[in-house]
């Protein structure tokens, strides 16, 4: 089969670096672009890391744009767990590759629309907030045709938020953007905090990923030690979870996720619970369901395959 087309929104972000780095080795993808957005870092730090972690890869070959420097509607917030620079302590090189001429925006347009006339859509890898996407949305509704389906992180359901006590820090950070997303109308899997808590990544699994990594082996072990939350309390032990990869995973072996239909409603009035992600399990809206969230992953088999593209790195 010919690899998929897909475009990567992200907002690098330590678990965007380890998402970015499977896609790279991952042959069954095609990546068009990426696409970096403020979030977890404001948008000259998360474009400046996209560029680095393209040179860590070995994939210069693929074109960045820089997409919207803040959210639709409210101020810019931005991540807690991920260092002053959004990778934690690892220091990476200077980026000799440059971000191109084209917006994010312009971008998403451009190839959006034209995937629609060739009858050939992408599917989208949303990893941060969806500003990009809700903002090329408006500007340009026809360009939802060019797109197959977008796989997204973000949101909390049945688990608690990770940001606030409802919310998940991708979609409060631009609740206005997710809730244009998703009333789009366009396929999306979910991939909420109820599917990522569900594989995390503990010390244990440092040396494992370490040894993997070939020349990555210190970038990764470092990353990883980073990323350990310390909380066994909320998460059953230390380590952190896989949020980002698992959007990855997902494409490249759907197999180890197992999904529920629903409507996805987002709150974006309440101070208190702004962001959060509703889901009508049940059919309580009257409305159609627009997303199929992910309900149960087979971690062991996740960080299996994660490790496996990761080894890739040690033959290059």
């Given amino acids: 089969m010919p690899p998929l087309p897909v475009i990567i929104d992200c907002d690098p972000g330590i678990d965007d670096t380890l998402a970015l780095l499977t896609a790279f080795v991952s042959p069954e993808l095609d990546i068009l672009g990426i696409t970096p957005v403020c979030g977890n870092q404001p948008l000259d730090r998360t474009l400046r890391n996209a560029l680095q972690i393209c040179e860590l890869g070995g994939r210069t070959d693929i074109p960045v744009y820089a997409g919207c420097a803040r959210p639709l509607l409210r101020a810019p917030i931005h991540g807690q767990f991920h260092g002053k620079t959004g990778l934690g302590n690892t220091v990476l090189p200077e980026p000799v590759k440059t971000a191109e001429p084209t917006s994010a925006v312009r971008f998403l347009t451009d190839t959006l629309r034209a995937a629609a006339a060739r009858g050939a859509p992408v599917t989208l890898c949303a990893l941060g907030p969806m500003t990009n996407l809700a903002t090329a949305l408006r ?11 977008i796989v997204m992180m973000g949101g909390a359901y049945r688990e608690p938020g990770n940001r606030t006590m409802t919310s998940e820090f991708n979609v409060l950070a631009d609740p206005h953007a997710a809730a244009i997303v998703f009333s789009s109308n366009i396929p999306i899997v979910a991939l909420a905090l109820d599917a990522t808590h569900q594989v995390i990544l503990t010390p244990d699994h440092v040396p494992q990923f370490a ?5 990555l082996s210190t970038t990764l072990a470092e990353l990883m030690a980073f990323w350990d939350r310390n909380d066994p309390g909320r998460y059953g032990s230390r380590g952190g979870p896989l949020h980002d990869p698992l959007v990855i995973a ?12 629903a409507r996805i409603f987002v709150e974006c009035h309440s101070e208190l619970c702004m962001g959060q992600t509703i889901a009508d399990w049940y059919g309580k809206s009257g409305l159609a369901p627009n997303a199929d969230i992910v309900t149960r992953v087979d ?3 996740v960080i299996g395959l994660v490790l496996e593209r990761l080894s890739r790195y040690a033959a290059k």
């Avoid at 500007?139 to 389906?149: F, L, N």
């Fill in 211 to 215: 040894q993997a990594g070939g020349r």
């Fill in 139 to 149: 500007m340009a509704p026809s360009i939802a045709g060019g797109i197959a389906r």
């Fill in 299 to 301: 971690a062991e088999g």
């Fill in 250 to 261: 997902y494409l490249l072996a759907p197999h180890l996720f197992t999904t529920q239909r």
